[in-house]
């Protein structure tokens, strides 16, 4: 079976224990800032790690909630067990499982699994889908049009790179702004069509990697902030369906 078959089993088994955690009661600890973390990331990582574990056991893990490891093999997944924590912690219903598959340092297949809504974006490296149907980015060209989606990093009360400059900006040349609480979710909207833009920053790989190759196979187009294609490395990123990217990049530099 290819990995990404495989991924969307595991993110299928992931999504069903937050699922049931999320109509359960949650035990909330506080991380850094104004993020928290709750036992149901922590399980949802565990059943990720000991399924691609045992069926992939020379592959390489990066996942958010445990300590990275230094050996890094030529395939290597990236894994958000919950995308979207302060949002399940909360009630509110938009969250998701993330996995990307990297081979050599690039991203060439990934899922974002939205198990409240049984949806499954994934891609591989010829196209993007949601279940079995073929995705494919929106058609809007002018920004003006556009409906875009951004975050918040968690040090906005330190750190005056805050993104709320490049937020008023957006809001003033888009048609509207949703600001939902997951970058995967967010980023396989972008995808599926369903939001024509994407931006953010201070993100980690996990919560892009899957994302951003959807994106890319449904035509879409990442960069980083200053147009370069985007890549692992990039704590940034510029998600759209391409006909919109210039004028985004153009808000995001400051020409507006
Ligand atoms: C967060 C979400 C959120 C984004 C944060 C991320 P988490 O991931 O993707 O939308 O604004 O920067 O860290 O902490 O819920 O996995
Ligand atoms: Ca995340
Ligand atoms: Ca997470």
């Not at 890094?72 to 949002?87: K, R």
């Not at 598959?101 to 809504?117: E, F, K, M, Q």
Request: overall charge negative; hydrophobic content about 45%.
């Amino acid at each position: 079976m290819e990995r990404i078959e495989f991924a969307k089993i595991v993110a299928r088994a992931a999504g069903a224990i937050l699922k049931e955690g999320y109509y359960s009661v949650k035990k909330i600890k506080h991380k850094a800032g104004k993020e928290l973390v709750t036992q149901y990331d922590i399980a949802s990582e565990d059943i990720i790690k000991e399924m691609i574990m045992l069926r992939f056991p020379k592959d390489t893990i990066i996942a958010e909630e445990t300590e990275s490891t230094s050996r890094i093999g030529e395939h290597v997944w990236i894994v958000d067990p919950l995308d979207g924590t302060n949002n399940f912690a909360h009630g509110f219903p938009f969250f998701c499982v993330s996995i990307g598959i990297a081979n050599r340092g690039t991203v060439v297949a990934g899922v974002v699994y939205d198990p409240l809504r049984d949806e499954m974006f994934w891609a591989d490296k010829n196209s993007a889908y949601l279940g079995n149907v073929r995705l494919h980015t929106s058609e809007t060209d002018d920004i003006s049009s556009a409906l875009l989606a951004t975050g918040f990093p968690y040090d906005i009360q330190a750190s005056e790179e805050d993104n709320l400059n490049h937020f008023a900006h957006f809001s003033k040349a888009a048609l509207g702004i949703r600001r939902a609480g997951s970058a995967a979710l967010d980023l396989a909207y972008v995808a599926a069509g369903r939001l024509d833009g994407f931006w953010e920053l201070k993100l980690k790989m996990w919560d892009m990697a899957a994302g951003s190759v959807i994106v890319e196979m449904a035509g879409g187009q990442t960069t980083t902030f200053t147009g370069e294609k985007w890549s692992i490395t990039s704590d940034r990123i510029v998600a759209s369906n391409g006909k919109i990217h210039k004028a985004m990049l153009k808000i995001i530099q400051g020409g507006l």
